[in-house]
């Protein structure tokens, strides 16, 4: 029997709407039970802080706890790969990072392909740095800094959290653009590079503002510049270096994603409920006191964002040489 054309294609497309309604019930069902969301970094650090918030949010929005999970380690590779080797229907869900998004860049053994095997969810905003000193340390500006560092060439002690750390690459992408030569120093941990900064054996760090803050308040580091493209409320008598660097701008990302073939529709209803999270006066001050800037966006844009992290942070990691492997 041959069947007329326009029954045909009637036909199709009833059978793909009748095909998408268990998946749109599975959205409006979602979620039935608990969510885990993977942490690649220790409780109590600002990343964890940050998901706990949103993860408190989502849990009173949906009606189920979305409970932290940290397995820190393997410079957030751990945490991904649980994620990835995850069912993808929406219970398992990973706190992005930069570290994250440029792990590829710094391990080349990898199971998977962070860009291919994790849809990214929703961004939950950005964490800007500061360019801190040693109180007697002799520049009062980034052009005195500069100038310093130009005329004591690889004589500067750059203090990192460890090599390949957004501290670390952060201050690469400085002695890129600004074409100065700094002596990198990595420690095994925020305090440690604190301490030796605070002595003077150090001189330098570009360090996430939340961790600096309290310091330079308290008069133990001098703040230069901030590494976003503008002044920022935490800090507002601090300039920016792309006021003397132009176009140097760094912010460590927050946000969250999911198994790559987790259905679109759970992965919609995600995003609107994080961004309306972002929307609410009590979870955005929290972000902020914590020294995130909260930004909302669409999974396409944070996806977008992640591949430009990624493009930029390669230019750096080649330009420096950086290799763990």
């Known amino acids: 029997m041959r069947v007329p054309r326009r029954q045909f294609l009637r036909w199709v497309a009833n059978a793909a709407a009748l095909s998408a309604l268990p998946r749109r019930a599975l959205a409006l069902d979602y979620p039935a039970r608990p969510v885990r969301v993977i942490v690649g970094y220790a409780a109590g650090s600002a990343p964890d802080i940050g998901a706990r918030i949103i993860g408190q949010w989502l849990s009173d929005r949906l009606g189920q706890q979305f409970v932290m999970e940290n397995r820190p380690g393997a410079g957030t590779n751990l945490s991904t790969e649980t994620v990835v080797r995850a069912t993808p229907d929406g219970y398992t869900l990973l706190l992005i990072a930069t570290p994250n998004m440029i792990s590829g860049l710094l391990h080349h053994d990898l199971s998977f392909n962070f860009i291919r095997d994790i849809a990214p969810v929703g961004c939950v905003g950005a964490t800007p740095f500061v ?63 604190q301490a030796d900064l605070f002595a003077g054996r150090a001189q330098v760090m570009f360090d996430p503002i939340i961790s600096a803050i309290g310091p330079v308040k308290g008069g133990k580091l001098r703040a230069l510049a901030v590494t976003t493209a503008k002044r920022v409320d935490a800090l507002p008598g601090v300039p920016a270096i792309a006021e003397f660097v132009p176009g140097y701008e760094v912010e460590g990302w927050l946000g969250f994603g999911t198994p790559s073939a987790t259905p679109p529709e759970i992965i919609d209803k995600l995003n609107r409920e994080i961004n309306a999270g972002i929307d609410d006066p009590g979870v955005r001050t929290r972000l902020v006191d914590l020294g995130n800037v909260p930004a909302k966006m669409s999974p396409a844009e944070y996806a977008k964002l992640i591949a430009d992290e990624n493009e930029k942070w390669a230019k750096v990691i080649k330009f420096a040489g950086i290799k763990l492997d």
Not at 135 to 144: D, L
Not at 153 to 180: D, R, W, Y
Not at 182 to 193: D, I, W
């Open 131 to 193: 360019m801190v000193v040693s109180p007697s340390f002799p520049a009062q500006t980034v052009p005195e800094f500069i100038a310093y560092a130009k005329a004591h060439p690889g004589q500067i002690n750059m203090a990192s959290n460890g090599t390949g750390n957004l501290t670390h690459i952060t201050g690469e992408l400085f002695k890129m653009m600004a074409g100065v030569d700094l002596f990198h120093v990595p420690y095994r941990g925020e305090l440690e590079a």
